[in-house]
Every structure is written in structure tokens, then in C-alpha cells.
């Protein structure tokens, strides 16, 4: 090879080199500029304004970016544009490596067809491979009609994948468009949902399908959209008024889990010192075991900085589950709530906590659980709607968990809901009291009756009897020391050292291992 043919080959690879950076930027630019201001005149950010929020700056490296479908018919031949309506890649969050995959509207209105799916599910497979999150920012139409049954089954593959790397890596859903019909599943197979109120639609049949089967006319937003999955289906753990404030929070979860299975959840430094005392907690939860508090100003009390990621806040509020940091570390906390319904445990509730328990012990997260519950909420509508079945997921999910388990009774723990909430017969590794705790089958009115019910009955002045029952009751057996006597409860505490004394139990279980029995898997209830 001559010096000429040198001079020749390298400028035509310097010209291969700027074409290849042309054509990327033009695929990165979208289909065209008014596809884009559609895109924004929805109320949306584009595919990789999105990542641009989502990820650390310049961190995204995208794969399969020249992609192209090869179907054919209803004029597809023709419309054969790059990416095929799907970004996928990885960055970092924080400096840690995420997968992500990206709709974008202004392709096919982010529909899935076949080349569109085989790209979803390279990048789900690196996420398993690679053991790191995955992350997908939803804005699709669901299945490209054009394609058919080719379509059906590239969802196939992300569900089969979505259940494969269930317990495994972190999956996280953010909606921020339509979604509909079977592409709601994959959603729904992931621990984590986020919704952005108005452009954010979930549903299995859209509003012009209701109303020609059923006659119903209503909204897509009535139908689906982030309010009512927030608030009545518990669909959506997470809501938000725009995406800049989803993404954060996007970020700040995945700094409180760990990136897979087998690594601890990472540990942040923190200036809230690890003893510090909680003598507010006095004033804050009433001794009347018929007031109501706000459960989350204890919970802001004893966790680091006050900082509790509640998950699902707008569904089952009688509980509380979020995620927060006891001296950096990550925590999972499951609370009744005595401001809601009493704090009693009912469907959703138990639902909710279940779900929430069973994500925590996936990803080695340890559990604290503070009690103040009544019992289970009683009724025709709750029996008939399997309030059995419901509860027992509760209690399997506690029942499963290998991950350190501390229970905090602070006032009533009645009747079975006692059990359920992670009770020292379950499985929990400390039960710790209050000395305002009330551990009993039922509260002393209700046990008088029961138990004395004829001795009352014939008593000169029943209410008089009646009084001096549910007393005797009370001091016999509802004594704030009764359980810790028979060895149910480890310790009674002051409640000023609330935060001081979970630090220590919680560093001294940080070593916990559990065997479990051999075998394929479990059959919780459905």
C-alpha cells in the first residue's frame, strides 16, 4: 500500500466517522421537529430529555440506536424508522449502573412491535446479567396492531423476563404516557410504580371499549390515569404534578436499594447521631389508646434526618410503608396508622404490607415494624371480599422473611392482627414495648363482656359489675409487663430511646442468617 492510498483510506474513515455522527444525532433529534412540539405540546419531555433528567450527565450509553423493524404491509415497508420507538441503554444513577428503556411517542406513538420488543428484552437481560436495576420510562400506545400476534409475543418475553428478575434486581416502572391492555402487566410485575398526574394512563380497556361492551362513558384520567391508581387501585406507588420532580424521586430510590439480590443496600453517611434521644415521643402518641396521632411523626422521629420514602401514601393510609435510614442504613418501615380507620388492618391494608414486606426481604432490607392496631376491621364487605385470604398474605410474607425483623408495640396490639404485624411467634427477632402496650385478645370492654357476660348479667347494678370486670381484666392481663413476663416481648423501653435502641438491635442483627428449607417455592395466598 502506497503513502497515497494511506492519505485516501484515512480520510474516507474520518468521513465514515462524521456520517456515523451525523446519523446519530439526526436519530437522537426524532422523526421530525413537529413530532417533537406534538410530543411537548402533550405536556411531555421527549425520550432523551427524560434520560437527560434521569441519569448522571453524559453517563447514558445507548445500544441498538440503528435498529429497524422488518415487517411489511399496511404500508410498514415504507415507515421504517431508526430506534423503532424504543431507546435502551445504561447510565448511572449516583454512579451506579442502571439499564433503562425508553419509549418514544413519536414513533408509531411508542407502540411495541417485534424489533421494538427484541431490543427491551437484550436490555433486560444485560440488567439480570449484570445484576443492576432496570428502569423503564413508559410512554406507549401498547401493541403495534400492524404486526399482529408477533407484537403479542414480544410482551410475552417482557413478562417471562419481569418475573425472572423479580427478587433479583430492582424493577422500576415510570408512566408518563398511555398504557394499555396487556402492556399494563409488565407494570405491574415490577416492585416499583411511578405515575405522572394527567399525561399517565394505566388500563386493561380503553374508554371507547367500555363504553361500546358496558355503556359506561368515562374518562381516559377516571379510567386510569395517576390519581385513581394512587388512591383506589394501588397500581401506582408514586404520583406526581410533573416529571422533573418523578425523576428525582426515581434517583432517590435507587439510592436506598441495593442493585441486586446479592448485595447489601447501600449505606449513607449521615450527621443525625445514632443515640440520639426521642424524648418528644412523649407528647406526640396520646396514653388513651382512642386517640388518634399521625404515625409519621413517630416514624420522622426516630429515622435518620426525619426522611421517610413512603411508598403507596394515597392507598390503605390505615398503614404505613416506606423505606428511610436507621445510621445509614436502609430500613424498611410498616406502621398501623391510628390517624386512619384506627389504625385497623383490612384488604388493602394487608395488601399493601404484604407486598411491601416481600420487596424488602427480596433486596435484604431489614424491617421494622411499629404497632398500634385494633384488630381487623370487621364486616360483611370485608369477609365477603376475603379479608382471610388477604390477611394471610400478611402473615406469609412476614412468615417468609429471613431479613433482621424488629417489632415496636407502642399501644394496642389486639387479637390477631397482634400476630400478624410481625409478632415474636411469627418469626421477628425482637419484639420491643412501650410501657403504654396493651397486648391482648381483644380490648378490656369487649373481654369483660365476654368473659364475665353472665356474672354481669345478674349482678344488682351491671354497669357497676361491668366496671370492676373490664378493671380486673385490665390489670391482669392487658399490664404493659404481662407479655414481656411470659417472654413474648424482649424489652419494655423508654420511648425517649426509641431511635437509640433500634440503631443497636438493628447493627447487632446486621449478620443475620436465616436457612431456609429446600424447596422449588412457596404458595402464598392469592
Known amino acids: 500500500m502506497t503513502a497515497t492510498d494511506d492519505i485516501r483510506t484515512t480520510a ?30 402533550r405536556g411531555k419531555l421527549t425520550v432523551h430529555e427524560r434520560l437527560a433528567m434521569l441519569l448522571d450527565e453524559g453517563s447514558f450509553r445507548e445500544i441498538e440506536q440503528f435498529r429497524r423493524h422488518r415487517a411489511t404491509g399496511f404500508g410498514l415497508e415504507d415507515r421504517r424508522p431508526h430506534t423503532d420507538g424504543v431507546v435502551t441503554g445504561w447510565g448511572t444513577i449516583d454512579g451506579r449502573t442502571v439499564f433503562v428503556y425508553a419509549h418514544d411517542f413519536r414513533i408509531f406513538g411508542g407502540s411495541l412491535g417485534e424489533a421494538h420488543a427484541t431490543k427491551i428484552h437484550k436490555v433486560m437481560d444485560l440488567a439480570e446479567s449484570a445484576g443492576a436495576p432496570l428502569i423503564s420510562l413508559s410512554d406507549g400506545a401498547g401493541a403495534r396492531i400492524q404486526e399482529g400476534v408477533t407484537a403479542l409475543a414480544g410482551y410475552g418475553g417482557i413478562f417471562r423476563r419481569n418475573v425472572r428478575a423479580s427478587g433479583v434486581v430492582p424493577q422500576i416502572s415510570v408512566m408518563l404516557g398511555p398504557c394499555a391492555g396487556g ?32 355503556g359506561e362513558e368515562i374518562t381516559h ?16 406507588a408514586f404520583v406526581y404534578d410533573d416529571e422533573e420532580s418523578c425523576f428525582a424521586d426515581v434517583r432517590h430510590l435507587v439510592s436506598l436499594l441495593p442493585s441486586n439480590n446479592r448485595e447489601q443496600p447501600p449505606v449513607a453517611p449521615t450527621a443525625d447521631p445514632p443515640d440520639r434521644a426521642t424524648p418528644s415521643l412523649l407528647d406526640i402518641v396520646p396514653a388513651d389508646t382512642t386517640r388518634a396521632y399521625d404515625m409519621r411523626d413517630v416514624i420522622a422521629e426516630v429515622v435518620d434526618d426525619g426522611d421517610l420514602f413512603e411508598v403507596h401514601a394515597n392507598w390503605a393510609t390505615n398503614i404505613v410503608c416506606g ?17 386512619s380507620l384506627a389504625g385497623v388492618l383490612d384488604i388493602h391494608a394487608s395488601e399493601k404490607a404484604a407486598r411491601f414486606v416481600s420487596t424488602c426481604d427480596s433486596f435484604s432490607i431489614p424491617l421494622v415494624t411499629l404497632v398500634d392496631v385494633p384488630g381487623f376491621l370487621p364486616g360483611g364487605d370485608q369477609e365477603r371480599g376475603g379479608i382471610i385470604r388477604h390477611g394471610a398474605k400478611l402473615l406469609y410474607a412476614y412468615c417468609a422473611a429471613t431479613v433482621p425483623r424488629v417489632q415496636l408495640i407502642l399501644r394496642k396490639a389486639y387479637g390477631g392482627a397482634y400476630i ?5 411467634s411469627i418469626g421477628a427477632d425482637l ?46 392481663l392487658m399490664h404493659p409487663y404481662y407479655a414481656a413476663e411470659a417472654g413474648l416481648v424482649d424489652d419494655v423501653i423508654d420511648p425517649s430511646d426509641t431511635r ?8 447487632m442483627l446486621r449478620a443475620k442468617r436465616a436457612e431456609l428449607p429446600v424447596r422449588k417455592h412457596g404458595n402464598p395466598p392469592t
Not at 405491574?188 to 399517565?200: E, G, K, N, Q, S
Not at 400478624?420 to 415474636?424: E, L
Not at 437509640?500 to 447493627?507: E, I, Q, Y
Open 183 to 214: 402492556a399494563t402487566y409488565s407494570p405491574a410485575l415490577t416492585d416499583y410504580v411511578f405515575m405522572v398526574r394527567d399525561i399517565a394512563q394505566m388500563y386493561i380497556t380503553g374508554p371507547d371499549v367500555v363504553s361500546a361492551v358496558t
Open 323 to 339: 423505606l428511610a435510614r436507621l445510621d445509614g442504613h436502609t430500613v424498611g418501615i410498616v406502621a398501623n396508622q391510628p390517624a
Open 500 to 507: 437509640a435502641v433500634l440503631v443497636d438491635a438493628l447493627s
Open 12 to 41: 474516507d474513515l474520518r468521513s465514515r466517522v462524521a456520517e456515523l455522527h451525523a446519523a446519530r444525532e439526526q436519530i437522537r433529534s426524532g422523526p421530525s421537529s413537529a413530532a417533537t412540539e406534538q410530543q411537548h405540546a
Open 420 to 424: 400478624v404485624m410481625d409478632s415474636r
Open 431 to 476: 419484639s420491643l414495648a412501650w410501657p403504654t402496650n396493651e397486648i391482648a385478645v381483644m380490648g378490656a370492654e369487649a373481654a369483660a363482656n365476654v368473659v364475665f357476660r353472665r356474672e354481669i348479667a345478674a349482678a344488682p347494678d351491671p354497669e357497676i359489675a361491668r366496671a370492676q370486670r373490664i378493671k380486673q381484666y385490665r390489670n391482669d
Open 221 to 236: 384520567e377516571e379510567l386510569g390515569g395517576a390519581e385513581v391508581h394512587a388512591t383506589e387501585s394501588g397500581a401506582g
